[in-house]
């Protein structure tokens, strides 16, 4: 075996008063004294130790290192790192997926008898998670307008423990105004968690307005090519603590391969969010003009009634928008049908455009009320802008909205 070169501070990158861009590609690595430049993937399952009281004082958290994968991995706390980091976070547990991102919190916050708040502009998996299994834990939950302020506050309980909503909504693209329910949430003594997927920190910053708690999709614009499977839940190192402790007792955590995979979409993401931007803003601009399409809903455009409170929050407005094209589900599946170019497919955040009907894939398990109630019409169709020539996800839109 060769002896590896002793471990130099310069190794290391100083990242002090270091931007966001920065942040972005180097935020999280701790080189070995093999001296790679690119961030190592670890994939193994377990650790060795020196010794049995070294082992016993890294198991009773007396000594730091490393426990079990399930717990604790190198490639993984790379990446939360460096997302802690961009979100402007203490601390961050990554997780198999995004909805359970979202079950490691609410079971590491919430216990029987306590009651949340949620609005109903969530994700339609979201709404499943917490009305087939949470409530099955006794957890009382209170949907409401995304909007409605009055609602929020009128909602709080004196057992009411947290507050959930997205912004902007998944696929209405309604934006909520996140100082304000920050003030509600605090005055309730209530954890306040923000759904950031569509923004991501290159976009949008909650904790900086108020939020507790921010949690991801890193399947989305994290990654940014559609290859795994990811979460992450962003905050106080004393909210994520116990997050840690359900990830580290029932194990939906992530994987080694994925954290290195995400952890390069990160190095890409304020260029990639800038660009999806654009192109969708573009395309909304088109789509507005389109005698077939009857509503556009994106942020971006000065006529979608919280664009102005959009640009006070958001340093972009991100790449998802969603239309309704005259008639109903018919037609909405017509527009769909016809793209030749544009991926049929309910995820988002890839640098491939996608194109889904909400009324039947991602919101399709909800019933007919909760549709009604967060507005998902069967007219809607929901795209998410890639980063192909917007002129050419334009033509493959025409091919149906021209037909109509």
Same mark, same amino acid.
């Given at each position: 075996?060769?002896?590896?070169?002793?471990?130099?501070?310069?190794?290391?990158?100083?990242?002090?008063?270091?931007?966001?861009?920065?942040l972005?590609?180097?935020?999280?690595?701790?080189?070995?004294?093999e001296?790679?430049?690119?961030?190592?993937?670890?994939?193994?399952?377990?650790?060795?130790?020196?010794?049995?009281?070294?082992?016993?004082?890294?198991?009773?958290?007396?000594?730091?290192?490393?426990?079990?994968?399930?717990?604790?991995?190198?490639?993984?706390?790379?990446?939360?790192?460096?997302?802690?980091?961009?979100?402007?976070?203490?601390?961050?547990?990554?997780?198999?997926?995004?909805?359970?991102?979202?079950?490691?919190?609410?079971?590491?916050?919430?216990?029987?008898?306590?009651?949340?708040?949620?609005?109903?502009?969530?994700?339609?998996?979201?709404?499943?998670?917490?009305?087939?299994?949470?409530?099955?834990?006794?957890?009382?939950?209170t949907?409401?307008?995304?909007?409605?302020?009055?609602?929020?506050?009128?909602?709080?309980?004196?057992?009411?423990?947290?507050l959930?909503?997205e912004?902007?909504?998944?696929?209405?693209?309604?934006?909520?105004?996140?100082?304000?329910?920050?003030?509600?949430?605090?005055?309730?003594?209530?954890?306040?968690?923000?759904?950031?997927?569509?923004?991501?920190?290159?976009?949008?910053?909650?904790?900086?307005?108020g939020?507790?708690?921010?949690?991801?999709?890193?399947?989305k614009?994290?990654?940014g090519?559609?290859?795994?499977?990811?979460?992450?839940?962003?905050?106080?190192?004393?909210?994520?603590?116990?997050?840690?402790?359900?990830?580290?007792?029932?194990?939906?955590?992530?994987?080694?391969?994925?954290?290195?995979?995400?952890?390069?979409? #990160?190095?890409?993401? +304020?260029?990639?969010?800038?660009?999806?931007? @654009?192109?969708?803003?573009? /395309? %909304?601009?088109? &789509?507005?003009?389109?005698?077939?399409?009857?509503?556009?809903?994106?942020?971006?455009?000065?006529?979608?009634?919280?664009?102005?409170?959009?640009?006070?929050?958001?340093?972009?407005?991100g790449?998802?928008?969603?239309?309704?094209?005259?008639?109903?589900?018919?037609?909405?599946?017509?527009?769909?049908?016809?793209?030749r170019?544009?991926?049929?497919?309910?995820?988002?955040?890839?640098?491939?455009?996608?194109?889904?009907?909400?009324?039947?894939?991602t919101?399709?398990?909800?019933?007919?009320?909760?549709r009604?109630?967060?507005?998902?019409?069967?007219? #809607?169709?929901?795209? +998410?802008?890639?980063?192909?020539?917007?002129d @050419?996800?334009?033509?493959? /839109? %025409?091919?149906? &909205?021209?037909?109509?």
């Amino acid at each position: 075996m060769s002896d590896l070169p002793e471990w130099p501070a310069r190794y290391q990158a100083d990242l002090s008063d270091a931007e966001f861009d920065t942040l972005a590609v180097r935020a999280g690595q701790l080189r070995s004294p093999e001296g790679e430049h690119s961030e190592a993937i670890f994939p193994t399952s377990s650790y060795v130790f020196a010794s049995a009281a070294e082992a016993a004082a890294t198991f009773g958290g007396d000594r730091d290192g490393n426990v079990y994968s399930r717990y604790t991995n190198p490639t993984v706390r790379a990446f939360e790192e460096r997302l802690a980091a961009l979100e402007g976070g203490e601390a961050c547990a990554a997780t198999a997926s995004g909805m359970a991102a979202i079950y490691a919190l609410c079971i590491a916050h919430l216990e029987a008898g306590d009651h949340m708040i949620c609005s109903r502009a969530v994700f339609g998996s979201t709404t499943v998670l917490l009305e087939k299994f949470l409530r099955k834990f006794n957890v009382d939950i209170t949907y409401v307008d995304l909007l409605d302020l009055d609602q929020w506050r009128g909602s709080v309980q004196s057992n009411t423990k947290l507050l959930f909503l997205e912004s902007p909504s998944n696929p209405l693209t309604e934006v909520a105004d996140l100082t304000a329910i920050a003030q509600i949430s605090r005055d309730a003594g209530a954890l306040f968690v923000v759904d950031n997927c569509f923004c991501t920190p290159a976009a949008q910053l909650p904790l900086a307005l108020g939020a507790d708690l921010v949690v991801h999709s890193a399947t989305k614009y994290i990654d940014g090519q559609g290859r795994c499977l990811g979460g992450a839940v962003v905050g106080s190192q004393e909210l994520i603590e116990p997050i840690i402790g359900v990830l580290r007792s029932a194990g939906p955590t992530m994987s080694p391969f994925n954290a290195w995979v995400f952890l390069k979409g #990160l190095e890409t993401l +304020s260029l990639r969010m800038k660009a999806h931007s @654009d192109n969708a803003l573009a /395309l %909304a601009q088109w &789509l507005e003009q389109h005698p077939n399409v009857t509503k556009v809903n994106y942020c971006g455009l000065p006529s979608h009634p919280q664009h102005e409170l959009a640009r006070t929050q958001q340093r972009l407005f991100g790449g998802v928008l969603s239309f309704e094209v005259a008639g109903g589900r018919e037609q909405a599946w017509k527009v769909v049908d016809a793209t030749r170019m544009i991926s049929i497919t309910a995820n988002l955040g890839d640098t491939k455009t996608t194109i889904t009907h909400p009324g039947t894939t991602t919101h399709g398990r909800l019933t007919d009320e909760q549709r009604d109630q967060a507005g998902i019409s069967q007219a #809607l169709v929901r795209v +998410s802008v890639g980063l192909e020539s917007v002129d @050419d996800i334009i033509k493959d /839109l %025409a091919r149906g &909205l021209d037909s109509l």
